[in-house]
């Protein structure tokens, strides 16, 4: 599947909410420029075990190290960069890693609705997401 250009648009002048709960004692600082939101495709997101994701590599190959699994929201460089089937993503700790791309899909929200999904800096300086 190769992903369509008009995914991601982000508008960053958009004003910015807290992304988790304030018992947490972590709130949104900032957008995170060059970032995009997607979501695992419908098979992973019914996976019951990690192994059944798809993994996280350090290079756009099958043979690349495993940096892990990824998390429901994908961070995806943006402007997209695809390379051998894989998109360039960025792991919640700032680490930069790949992920099959026909394993990928249009963030959209779950109850259908019209919010928006944005990375962001947290004030724990972990990536993150402003939903809004």
Same mark, same amino acid.
């Given at each position: ?9 982000? +508008?960053?002048?958009? $004003?910015?909410? #807290?992304? %988790?709960?304030? !018992? ?5 600082? =900032? ?15 019914? +996976?019951?075990?990690? $192994?059944?994701? #798809?993994? %996280?590599?350090? !290079? ?5 190290? =495993? ?66």
């Amino acid at each position: 599947m190769k992903i369509n250009a008009t995914v991601g648009i982000i +508008a960053i002048a958009m $004003s910015f909410a #807290p992304a %988790v709960s304030f !018992a947490d004692g972590i709130s949104t600082v =900032r957008p995170a420029p060059g970032l995009a939101c997607m979501s695992l495709d419908s098979q992973a997101m019914q +996976a019951t075990q990690q $192994s059944e994701l #798809p993994p %996280v590599l350090a !290079a756009p190959s099958p043979t690349a190290t =495993r940096l892990g699994y990824p998390t429901e929201i994908v961070f995806v460089t943006w402007p997209l960069v695809e390379r051998n089937g894989y998109v360039e993503m960025e792991r919640m700790n700032g680490q930069v890693g790949w992920i099959a791309s026909n394993r990928l899909q249009p963030w959209r929200p779950l109850n259908g609705g019209n919010a928006k999904c944005v990375p962001s800096v947290m004030s724990n300086g972990r990536l993150g997401t402003s939903i809004h």
